[in-house]
């Protein structure tokens, strides 16, 4: 007798008996072999989904940023640019050295000491340093000082020190000031090396 009709000819309890048997074991088949090693794949590799999420989060943050860090570069750029005008080339430096002095005589002071020393390379830029030494008024100085600030290119005065004050015949008093100047130049790379 065939398998098939002896199961067709039991009672519809017993039917269902072994229908939700044959279910069951398949159930059971493919929870063991196919389901639980995907789910076991699966939280292996939550973390570095979530790894991967969180950078994505990132750097969906930052394209949406993208514009304004383009203005801070375009502006960085432009600041540049101006800081760069304003560190003269070597060519400039003795003409700037010359505005310097110049300035100091249209002013009133009279020099007694300019001298350039050796440069002192930075980064990217040198430092010229200039030891200079004049007389004038307390106001002439002051107007000289003035004047090197209001320059395009950058000098920095340092070091002031006033001294020997002197009246003179008119009733002005004379001081004798010595200071450091200091102009700054950008390097090459050929320079930097």
């Known amino acids: ?3 098939i009709d002896t199961i067709l000819r039991l009672r519809p309890a017993v039917k269902i008996l072994i229908l939700l048997l044959v279910v069951g074991a398949v159930v059971v088949l493919y929870w063991q072999f196919l389901y639980r090693p995907v789910i076991g794949q699966v939280k292996s590799l939550e973390p570095e989904l979530a790894r991967y999420k969180a950078e994505l989060s990132t750097k969906k943050a930052i394209v949406k940023e993208k514009p304004r860090y383009e203005a801070e570069l375009e502006e960085t750029r432009h600041k ?20 310097v002095s110049a300035l100091g005589e249209a002013s009133g002071l009279e020099f007694i000491l300019f001298r350039p020393q050796n440069e002192v390379s930075k980064n990217f830029y040198a430092e010229i340093p200039v030891d200079v030494k004049v007389e004038g008024s307390y106001k002439d100085i002051v107007a000289f000082f003035d004047k090197v600030s209001k320059m395009p290119r950058i000098v920095n005065i340092s070091n002031i020190v006033m001294s020997s004050p002197k009246a003179t ?18 390097l090459e790379e050929a320079e930097k090396k």
Do not use: H, V, W
Request: aromatic share 4%; with cysteine; proline share 10%.
């Open 1 to 3: 007798m065939d398998p």
């Open 80 to 99: 540049l640019i101006i800081a760069l005008k304003q560190l003269p080339d070597k060519s400039e430096i003795p003409s700037l050295l010359e505005n």
């Open 169 to 186: 015949p008119s009733g002005d008093m004379i001081l004798a000031t010595s200071c450091n100047a200091t102009t700054y130049k950008f």
